[in-house]
C-alpha cells in the first residue's frame, strides 16, 4: 500500500496567519492518464469529513480561494494563506492513483 | 442537496454480524462509485472497499478483505456493509462517501465490547 506521511502532526495558529502542510507519499503518484490523483480533505470538530481539493490543486467549487495545492509525484502541500476560524480541523490528505486508496495521518489546526 | 445517511451501528459483541446502511439523497445513486471509510475513535480514516454503480464489482483494501463485503440496492438507494466476526479493532465511526469522497454520511458508531 502507498504510504502517506504528514507533516507536521499539529499547527497552532492566529486567525490571519498562513498555514502550511505537507504530505509525502511512499510512491510517486503519477497515473497512467498522465494525472496525479492526490487530494485534501478536511473534517472539523465532530463532524464528518468535507472535500476540499482534488488532483494536487484543484479546489472544488465551494472552497475558497485561501486555499492552494500544489506539488507533483511523492511530495504535495497544502496552504492556506490566511486561516480563519472555520479552518480549524484536521486536514487529511488521500491517494487515488494505487489501489487501496490510503490516507495520511492528518495534521491538527488549532487555534493559538 | 447531497445527503448520505448512515444507520445500523451500535454495541456488538466479539464475533457477530452487523450490516450497516448507507441511504443517499440528492444524486442519482446508481450512477456513482460507493465507497466505505472508517475511523477509530481519535484515529485517522481506513479505507475499506467500494463498489460500482451498477453492483458488479466490489474492491476490498486487502486488510478488509474476508471479513466486510459491500453490496447496493440501486431501487433503494441504499448502500451497505456487512460486517462479520467482528473483533475489538473494528471498533471506529464507519463513513459511507459518495463516488470520489466527495460527499460523506455523518457517520455511524459501532463498538465491539463484551
Known amino acids: 500500500d502507498v504510504v502517506m506521511t504528514q507533516t507536521p502532526v499539529s499547527l497552532s495558529l492566529a486567525i490571519g496567519q498562513p498555514a502550511s502542510i505537507s504530505c509525502k507519499s511512499s510512491?510517486?503518484?503519477?497515473?497512467?492518464?498522465?494525472?496525479?490523483?492526490l487530494n485534501w480533505i478536511l473534517q472539523r470538530p465532530g463532524q464528518s469529513p468535507k472535500r476540499l481539493i482534488y488532483?494536487?490543486?484543484k479546489l472544488y467549487s465551494e472552497v475558497p480561494d485561501r486555499f492552494s495545492g500544489s506539488g507533483s509525484e511523492t511530495e504535495f502541500t497544502l496552504k492556506i494563506s490566511r486561516v480563519e476560524a472555520e479552518d480549524l480541523g484536521v486536514y487529511y490528505c488521500?491517494?487515488?492513483?494505487?489501489?487501496?486508496?490510503?490516507f495520511g495521518g492528518g495534521t491538527k489546526l488549532e487555534l493559538k | 442537496e447531497v445527503k448520505l445517511v448512515e444507520s445500523g451501528g451500535g454495541l456488538v459483541l466479539p464475533g457477530a454480524s452487523l450490516k450497516l446502511s448507507c441511504i443517499v439523497s440528492?444524486?442519482?445513486?446508481?450512477?456513482?462509485?460507493m465507497r466505505w471509510v472508517r475511523q477509530a475513535p481519535g484515529k485517522g480514516l481506513e479505507f475499506i472497499g467500494e463498489?460500482?454503480?451498477?453492483?458488479?464489482?466490489?474492491n476490498y483494501a486487502p486488510s478488509m478483505k474476508g471479513r466486510f463485503t459491500i453490496s447496493r440496492d440501486n431501487a433503494k438507494n441504499t448502500l451497505y456493509l456487512q460486517m462479520s466476526s467482528v473483533r475489538s479493532e473494528d471498533t471506529a465511526t464507519y463513513y459511507c462517501?459518495?463516488?470520489?469522497?466527495?460527499?460523506w454520511g455523518q457517520g455511524t458508531l459501532v463498538t465491539v465490547s463484551s
Open positions: 462517501a459518495q463516488g470520489w469522497f466527495a460527499y
Open positions: 440528492g444524486f442519482t445513486f446508481s450512477d456513482y462509485w
Open positions: 463498489i460500482k454503480p451498477d453492483g458488479s464489482k466490489t
Open positions: 510512491q510517486s503518484l503519477l497515473g497512467t492518464s498522465g494525472k496525479t490523483f
Open positions: 488532483q494536487v490543486s
Open positions: 488521500w491517494q487515488g492513483t494505487h489501489f487501496p486508496w490510503t
